[in-house]
C-alpha cells in the first residue's frame, strides 16, 4: 500500500460526459501528479500540482483540468468525454518537487467510455 | 527535454537465467533516474533509483541497474529470474529541479518455468 488513495476504482460513463477522478496523497507529501495509461499511448504524465499551485503540465487536453485543494487532495476532471479517453488514470505523489523524489502511485481509476 | 528510450516492449526469460532489461536516457544534464515494476490491476512501485551517488544502485527484490554516463544508459538486471517477477517494467527520468517524470514505453517480462 503506497498511501495514495484514489476513487472511484471503476468508472462507466458515456460519450460527452464529464468526470471527476479524485486522488488524496500520502500524508505529508505536498506534490501531486496525473498520468495517463493506455494501451496506445503508454504512461502519459498530465500535470503536476504542488502545495495547491500549478507546477508543470504535460500532455493534458484542454478538455481535461485539474485542481490541489488546501488540503492537498487533488481532483482531475474530464469533460466532453470521448471513447480515446477510457485508460487508467494515475495519480502520485511525493515530499517536495526536488528531482529525486520518487513518486508514490495510487491504484488507479478505470475509465470506460462507452 | 528529458526523455528514456526502452529498448524492446517484450523480453521472456526462463526461470533462474539472467533478467536484462534496457533503458537509455536523453538529457543535456546529469539526470535522476528511476526503475518502476508494474504488476497486473496495480498501480506502480518503485524499484530503485540513482541519484548521482553510487553509479551502481541496488533495489528491492535483487534487481540492480548501472548507471554509465558514456553510454547514456540505465539498464536494469537481476541474476536470476523468479516467476513472481512477470510484470510491466518502467524507465523513468527527472529534471533536478522537477520531478515531473517522463516515463519509457515499458517492457513487458514473461518468465517461463
Known amino acids: 500500500d503506497s498511501g495514495v488513495t484514489q476513487t472511484p476504482k471503476h468508472l462507466i460513463t458515456a460519450t460527452g460526459q464529464r468526470v471527476t477522478l479524485r486522488c488524496s496523497p500520502r500524508?505529508?507529501?505536498?506534490?501531486v501528479y496525473w498520468y495517463q495509461q493506455s494501451l496506445d499511448q503508454g504512461l502519459q504524465f498530465l500535470i503536476q500540482?504542488?502545495?495547491?499551485?500549478?507546477?508543470a503540465k504535460g500532455n493534458i487536453l484542454e478538455r481535461f483540468s485539474a485542481q490541489q485543494f488546501p488540503d492537498l487532495h487533488s481532483e482531475l476532471n474530464l469533460s466532453s468525454l470521448e471513447l480515446g479517453d477510457s485508460a487508467l488514470y494515475f495519480c502520485?505523489?511525493?515530499?517536495?518537487?526536488?528531482?529525486?523524489?520518487?513518486?508514490?502511485f495510487g491504484p488507479g481509476t478505470r475509465l470506460t467510455v462507452l | 527535454a528529458q526523455s528514456v528510450t526502452q529498448l524492446g516492449s517484450h523480453v521472456s526469460v526462463s526461470e533462474g537465467a539472467l533478467v536484462l532489461l534496457r533503458c537509455n536516457y536523453s538529457?543535456?544534464?546529469?539526470?535522476?533516474l528511476f526503475w518502476y515494476v508494474q504488476y497486473p490491476n496495480q498501480g506502480l512501485q518503485l524499484l530503485l533509483k540513482?541519484?548521482?551517488?553510487?553509479?551502481l544502485v541496488k533495489g528491492i527484490n535483487g534487481f540492480e541497474a548501472e548507471f554509465k554516463k558514456s553510454e547514456t544508459s540505465f539498464h536494469l538486471t537481476k541474476p536470476s529470474a523468479h516467476m513472481s517477477d512477470a510484470a510491466e517494467y518502467f524507465c523513468?527520468?527527472?529534471?533536478?529541479?522537477?520531478?515531473?517524470?517522463?516515463f519509457g514505453a515499458g517492457t513487458r517480462l514473461t518468465v517461463k518455468p
Open positions: 502520485a505523489s511525493s515530499a517536495s518537487v526536488a528531482g529525486y523524489n520518487e513518486q508514490f
Open positions: 500524508s505529508g507529501d505536498l506534490s
Open positions: 500540482y504542488y502545495n495547491g499551485e500549478e507546477r
Open positions: 538529457s543535456s544534464v546529469p539526470p535522476y
Open positions: 540513482y541519484t548521482s551517488a553510487a553509479t
Open positions: 523513468a527520468v527527472s529534471d533536478r529541479n522537477n520531478n515531473d517524470m517522463r
